[in-house]
């Protein structure tokens, strides 16, 4: 749907293969969309010619072989009426509740994927999965006033609820109808920030690749390179990267390198229990490597509600979307505040535009000051809202 | 090249709807140095052909990685389906769209599929360079990347075509301590843009000067740079920064189906945006007489590509469109309607964007702002519907007194597209281009953007914490469906955020 209309109905078919060749320690990847004999021949001499041309190095490797086995996830033969059904239904519902929401765009989908992974350790896993996608971006308008648009998607292996109580979408539509009107927090601040669990997503991301990924790991920059089983956040959090949760929908059963995926913790009680590394990374660090490379985030739940939370917040801010840069791999990071609103007294009070924040990112999980008993499940992550103290904010 | 499976099957294009058939072949190719080690190695290929046939007021598409008589008959069958599934459901009542007179167009350029080693070979010398002459860095990263995009049209109602875009870019990134110890960060493509590898990079040595630029840059912000003073300030934003505002903040509110959705260009048409001195185009193929970095001659709708004339002397005069839109706003289309790859449908999209040069010597300019900044590049922005946006800034000068004084550490600048330009007192006389960008609405796309030196009022923070540093970064995958409406990456597509607006120029 474009500008609150249908527009485009279509069905792709389409194939992929990377091969990837490891030979006398250099390795070379090639990927193209064609299984006849001539194209696989060729295919895999491209491959062999990267590798050849590659610098030696002994780290890199595959999974050896363990117990393959095939999995069938999610439904993988879509009910097209049904589907369309549920749109029509969505955009009833929006018109008849969110009078002002104006819905730019609405991609629905059924991807039925059929994947096999093999290597020549013997290692072979297939996978035939089938899911459901929503995607929306939408704002809220009154005459020449808008709102920030906002986007959100959700994965489901079903169709049986209709997609407005899906993740969070329904709260998403209500909290941008509350945004045409906005005003800016005037003047600096040090506050309290309470980040919504979309939001929780996003600077969580740059954390975990800066940070426990192998790139701030490989280059030495990373703050947490030496911290292993050390505390380096609140007691509260515990994040696991959990593509096998039932809550994560279709989430990988192998990793890139061909183990069988496995969830795992990344902080436990507050300590950094593992990091997020392939194999090749595992091997020239001497680290184990990650379980999983889905990114599948789960974070586990407070005991407070999040009204009750906010009722305890002399001033701050909530934040629906965060508008800056790519965090500095220390951390850093700058921004706007996007879809968010100010709080007062304890009260959520009206929306906020032109409200710029600053923090660091490995300070912030120091300074949680609570985690919500709510959680947002959108088929990817299951996230909490997470409120930190001590973060600059500051209005125009 | 791709053989012509299409044109002999125009006998099957249904009367009374538009039907277009696209095969096309997206060549990708990466290699990456890390330290002297390679991490990246990679090649990929993605072929195949897709039909779309408009019927009702509504498409039906539908695209198949084989490319056979048979494969190409398929597509256009599901495709017409599909249409007709659709206008049964949510038809608008609607004919095909107006007439245009056939044409064919093509574009030659003899595509070089240079191998791995041409690629490797390359950045280790540039690798061996640096490594020799700057010892002091902390890491240093280099990319060599090529892609390229061969299409072949036909179409029922307009221009068939035969094109090919070809771009590649080495990009090199390094980090240094800063003063206080903490790393710093500055990154730069050196030299490539629209052509194959072997043509643009033929000598290592050739690449040395931009390199050694980058240095010096990295240098004075890692040993002198300071945060700027937060608040609302007059700026010169260089032509990069003035870059991504054409493309980020102004141009995707432009785009007709952003209009459509709400964007705040909607009642803006024909009413003032900017001073008098603000100009913005989205050139297709030639601007100022010359080929424009990313020349596209006929979009994936059959159209005739035409500049399309945005802003003129301040004043919103045009939007981008495809036919459909362009037909509900009653404008030309001007070719915009792009797709990335054979599985993907035409979105509006922009070509090569840019804010038109003023009269303003540079160096006039600077001395005439007493207290400021000198912007001069960026690694990321990212803009709202609204026009509101958020640039990062990775270097830049204060201006004191008319004069260039500290280098400045990263930073950020924000404010809102149509209030910004409305401040604007001063462009130079000359502007640059950049082209390694990839847009990512919704599809992937590679973009041509550039603009003059701007002098303007911006926000701009700082930041209470440590020096600011960047790098080359190993992302996790992304594994969020959340569209990307307004977004682009300079580089990779990805690297896309998941974030529903977002622009990241780091390699």
Known sequence: MDGGEFSLFRTLFDKQLAMTAIQGGRKGIVAQNRYDEATLRESAKACLEAAASAQPDENWDFAPLSQNEDFVLGEVTPDTDKLFFRCQELMASVKERFPTIIMEQMIVAHKEVLKAKANSYGVLFSTHQGSYQVQLMFSAHEGEKASSFFGGGVIADNLDKPFLELGSIEKDLADVERQIDTTSVGGKFEGTMVVTPGCVGELFYSLLADFAGEGGLLSGTSPWKDKLGEKVADERITLSLAPLDERIVCGDRTTSDGFRAENFDIIKDGKLSAFFLSLYAANKLKLPRGKNDSFNVVIAPGDKSIDEIISTIDRGIVIGRFS????????????????????????????????????????????????????????????????????????? | MIQDLLTNKKYLFASGANTELRAQRNLNRRAVLLNGALVGNVRTEQFGVSARVYENGVYGFSSTAEYTDETVKDVLQAASENAAFLARHAGKGKGPHKAMAPNRIVTAYDLNDVEQRT????????????????????????????????????????????????????????????????????????????????????KPEDC????????????????????????????????????????????????????????????????????????????????????????LYVDDEGTAATDAVLIKDGILVGYMNNRESAERFNMVPTGNARAYLFSDEPLIRMRNTAVLPGKSKLEDMIASIDDGYYLLDTNNGQADTTGEFMFGVTFGYEIK???????????????????????????????????????????????????????????????????????????????????????????????????????????
């Open chain 2, 401 to 507: 007194n008319g004069k260039l004084a500290r280098p400045l550490l990263d930073t950020t600048i924000s404010g809102v597209a149509f209030d910004m330009l409305k401040t604007v007192d001063m462009l130079s006389d000359e502007m640059i281009w950049a082209s390694s960008g990839m847009c990512g609405k919704k599809q992937p796309m590679p973009v041509g953007m550039g603009g003059p030196a701007v002098k303007c009022r911006v926000n701009i923070g700082g930041t209470r914490w440590r020096p600011c540093r960047r790098r080359a970064r190993t992302r996790p995958r992304p594994t969020s469906p959340t569209p990307s409406p307004m977004s682009s990456t300079w580089t990779e597509a990805s690297s896309a955020s998941s974030a529903p607006c977002s622009t990241s120029s780091s390699p």
């Open chain 2, 119 to 202: 690629y490797i070979e390359f950045i280790q010398a540039l690798d061996g360079y640096i490594a020799q002459k700057y010892p002091d860095l902390m890491s240093r990263t280099i990319i060599a990347t090529a892609d390229s995009m061969e299409k072949l049209l036909c179409v029922s109602n307009g221009s068939d075509g035969h094109s090919i875009l070809p771009r590649s870019y080495i990009y090199v990134v390094m980090t240094m301590a800063g003063a206080d110890g903490q790393p710093v960060e500055l990154y730069e493509v050196v030299g490539g843009g629209y052509g194959t590898f072997d043509r643009n990079y033929t």
């Open chain 2, 208 to 295: 040395y000067a931009e390199i050694d630029k980058l240095y010096d840059r990295l240098r004075q912000k890692a040993k002198d740079g300071v945060y700027p003073e937060a608040g609302t300030k007059t700026v010169i934003l260089g032509g990069i920064l003035s870059g991504m505002l054409a493309h980020e903040a102004v141009g995707h509110t432009v785009e007709a189906d952003l209009v459509i959705g709400g964007s705040v260009a909607g009642p803006c048409l024909n009413k003032r945006v900017g001073s008098d001195l603000v100009n913005l185009v989205d050139f297709a193929h030639t601007a100022f007489g010359q080929p424009t970095p990313l020349p």
């Open chain 1, 324 to 396: 800056g840069g790519q965090p500095s791999s220390n951390g850093d990071f700058s921004g706007v505040a996007k879809n968010g609103f100010l709080i007062e007294n304890g009260k959520i009070g009206p929306a906020l535009s032109e409200t710029m924040i600053a923090g660091n990112l490995a300070d912030m999980l120091n300074h949680l000051r609570a985690i919500s008993r709510e959680q947002v499940a959108d088929g990817m992550s299951v996230l909490p809202y997470m409120v930190f103290d001590g973060i600059t904010i500051s209005g125009k």
